[in-house]
């Protein structure tokens, strides 16, 4: 018999400490992000190391990229305890000595370790979820990992200000610390270390380190793109710091897949790409984070350079996207649970995502709050259902042994899907401004030697926070300084519209995550115990199936 029950039997009020205790963890990485984002200017002015400001952000990227289908396939043998404490434990130790850095280096070293850690909380959390809740149950708990992704958002960078500066910016690292230490005594004291019953599955050590060194040129080469050098020259895709990475990372990901469709224990189990669920959601899932992290990475742009908003305040200006992020994650969630059924609802919030990207390329200079913020509210409310609704549906569709690595995987996809979007739209976005600026300006009544000036002075020297007509009144010898309220309406603008042709990529994205949910097959989540026959149509696909269905 395998079951559709639980694999953690506890109490109601156990399994509630648990899960407080997971989304705890899960906060604590979200909110980790968001509080050192705000940061991070004070602290690379205190280490004087501007040049390495970007390796902050990529060593953790790294780190916890990498980690995290390897934790989720150990999770699957080992336990889920095991790994989380592992990785709470990592986390920690990494906040501690980053608070601890006087130096970049340090700094650096330090937030990679946190890394190393934080690639546990997110699937492992929520594999968590899968074993302590039988399928129909899931969707309530997963859902409110949504709103506590969405609360870090707004809690971040008021935190992140605050502590900077009233206290000092070694404070965002220790704030780890106490929420840290209870989530892991919790998780400690009552989270059974279960795993599956049967002989322990040899490891795949030649498949992880292969998978480590394909991911590792593929994500450094897409932060590298756009990058400036010390030459002032702008890091492009055919750069060998970006194509040339990335061209390993492709060569690389071909012999990992060979590897892995030859052991007898990969960490990606191939045979689950066969189940079309399973792979319609991964797809998906990288679709629309391609999509989400456009909004979420280039509206605070947005609102510092052309609205010239503090950081700390960019960051609460999102309120309508998170606020419907996080309402439409729970309810996502709820209505799972109750009607046992998730394609009609995830189709729906992929057309009413696709629909929101689309009314944020309408984004300029000069649109009005009301409607940015319903524009913006439409968004979050068709991605907020993909923040529970695709867990359940790849943990429904795997069988219990399977959910840790199939977990995994998704958010693994959830992070690349984000990576590879900014890359692209990044670059889509500085073409789009340097077209637009040459326009604008001549609309304005700039003059034709003026506007040639400006046009090839190149998107990143003209579009960064701060003053811009101050900056310009430097630059600008006297007869010409009465043109310079135009030439910053022309720059704000082009760089509005720039962002806000980005979104044509979001929606394209959009549009083809619903395609993927379209091919997907829904199998209703089960509520009770089913013999070999049912746990087969939970997967689907049963010419696909008995290969995994019949293992212990």
Sequence with gaps: MISAQPSIQLSQRAKLAIVSAVMLGLFLSALDQTVVGTALPTIVTDLGGNSLYVWVVTSYLLTSTVTIPIYGKLSDIFGRKLMLIIGISLFLVGSALSGLSQSMAELIFFRGLQGLGAGALFPISLAVIGDLFTPRERGK?????????????????????????????????????????????????????????????????????????????????????????TSGQTIGWLDWRVGGLLALSAVLGAVFVFIESRVAEPIVPLDLFRVRTYAASQVAMFLLSFAFFIGVIFLPRYFQAVRDISATASGYMLWPLLLGLMGTSVVAGLIISRTGRYKMLLLVSMVVATL??????????????????GWMFVMGVGIGPSMSGYTVVVQNAVPQRYIGVATSNLTFFRQVGGSIGLAVAGTYLASTFTSQLPKNLARAGVPKGLTSHFASGGESSLTGVGNLGAQLTHLLPGPLQHFIPTIVYAIHQSLAQAIGASFWLGFVAAGLAIVAVIYMKEVPLRTSLGNVADQTAAVEDESAEPQLVAAP
């Design 356 to 373: 929101g990207m689309l009314l944020m390329t309408r984004l300029t200079a000069t649109v009005g709050d009301w409607s940015l913020w």
């Design 141 to 229: 708990y997963q859902g409110f990992f949504g709103a506590v992704f969405g609360l870090a958002f707004l809690v971040g960078p008021f935190l992140g200000g605050f502590i900077t500066d009233n206290i000092s910016w070694h404070w965002v690292f220790y704030v780890n610390l106490p929420i840290g230490i209870v989530a892991l005594v919790v998780i400690s004291w009552i989270l059974p270390n279960h795993r599956a019953d049967g002989p322990r599955p040899s490891i795949d050590y030649l498949g992880t380190l292969v998978f480590t060194a394909a991911v590792i040129p593929l994500l450094i080469g897409l932060t590298e793109k756009g990058l400036t050098t």
